[in-house]
């Protein structure tokens, strides 16, 4: 495969889009061709999920209120609207239920590439499952590769900040579907800079539901910087990531500039995404799967324990920990699915976490609240990234300890092919539109083999409309 490498003088931005430029369905490996149907099925699920969920509704009215040239279909509720009118619709149900996958240090990823695709799908005549899964492959490896350049998962999550860095990735899909030149993209990718800047915690705060509404945002932004490229319009290709004025320089820590355009072309980042198993904030699985685990291993249930103690990661301990009075009394869907605490005792209740964790009923749950109180965590730099330790002490006496690095769905314990079609009909069944069995098995099928489609939206949009 080419590699693709930085040019002296010139911003990794001019390398990332020459590499989605040029980059073609016969250049992908199977690894990434199989990625990347994967991920997309996956991503189609919990957009069905999150279709019926809080606020959703809410959006789609918006953009049906507002009309416009009949482009794109909006998928689970049906009709036709401006391309750009249709991401903005659908971004937030791909992070809705918390359920989509994330690289571990580029951060939350297909959530932005796979709704702005099929947003865009409407631009045009007609286009194949490689055309999708190339123009898939490309935005997730541009957007992961700035994420991990910008180290915020490490650096930026522990001090409170986030990162918008993920408008990038989402052109550069945008981009490749609709065929922007290399002057093109380079500019679309300019605009997106001038649309973007790091977000810090407020959008995950106070219960609010900007942390989905946010993809929103960031797909219908994405589509339109590649139609005002198109027409002519252009946009900083200076220093968009390096640079005083450059992306990475709004890090207030160390960033990894040599990660943008190391092996380029040649090693995929994108192989590295993790699947969630549990519709919450990533940062929970794996204290999840470690009572779950230790429950079922030694055959105790959530009545025996007296109090757990959870030690976890900084970044965990960041995000599903702090603030102590937020987390340990959650109200809302959006400050459960981020509470250790009310997950850890959910899960020891109902052996899973599901959307049923958070109805009205699930959230006012006295067993679940009465448990939380005896529920502690401690901060240990010393786990992985993602890591904790479960520490768990029964009414009798009897202590055990369980440490978890890799939650179910993780590259190093992925799903099965069976498993992932399980959490498709699962997610489905939630939909805000019911979809049949017929109609299920359909998307399934077109998406596993996506390459042997001539036609993206009849293949897997029209079955999830109404």
Known sequence: ???????????????????????????????????AKRSILDTVAVMAGGSAMEGISSVVDLVKDKGGKPESILPFYGGKFPASEVAFAIGPMARAMDMGDAHPEGGHSSEYTVPTLLAASGLRDQISGKEFITAYAVGQEVLIRIGIAFNYMREGVPLGRSSGHYIFGSVAA?????????EELRNAEGIARAMTQPHDGG????????????????????INACLLAKQGITGTTREVLSGTKGYLGFAKWRTLPTALTEELGER?????????FYPSCNCAHTS?????????????????????????????WSTVCEPKHLKWNPKTTSECQFS??????????????SLDSYTSHAKERKDVRKLMTRISAKRDPQLALYGARVNITLKNGREFS????????????????QELIGKFKICASHAANRLGE????????????LEETNNVVNALILPLSP
Not at 438 to 449: E, G, H, L, N, Q
Request: hydrophobic share 40%.
């Open 203 to 222: 959008m995950y705060d106070e219960g609010t539901l900007m942390v989905r509404i946010h993809h929103g945002f960031v797909c219908q932004d994405s």
């Open 268 to 276: 995929w980042e994108m192989l590295n995404t993790m699947m969630k």
């Open 174 to 182: 945008a981009g490749k579907l609709l065929g922007l030149s290399l």
């Open 438 to 449: 017929k109609a299920i098995d359909s998307v399934i099928r077109a998406a596993t083999k």
């Open 288 to 316: 999840i799967s470690g009572i779950i685990g230790l429950m079922k291993e030694h055959n105790f249930e959530a009545e025996d324990i007296a109090y757990i103690i959870c030690d976890e990661s900084p970044l965990n």
């Open 1 to 35: 495969m080419t590699r693709y490498i930085q040019m002296d003088q010139k911003d990794p931005m001019e390398a990332l889009c020459r590499m989605v430029v040029e980059t073609k369905y016969s250049d992908l490996s199977f690894d990434v061709i199989n990625h």
């Open 340 to 353: 250790l605490p009310y997950l850890i005792a959910t899960a020891a209740f109902d052996k899973h976490i």
């Open 402 to 417: 369980k440490e978890c690095s890799y939650a179910k769905g993780d590259p190093k314990n992925p799903f099965t092919d």
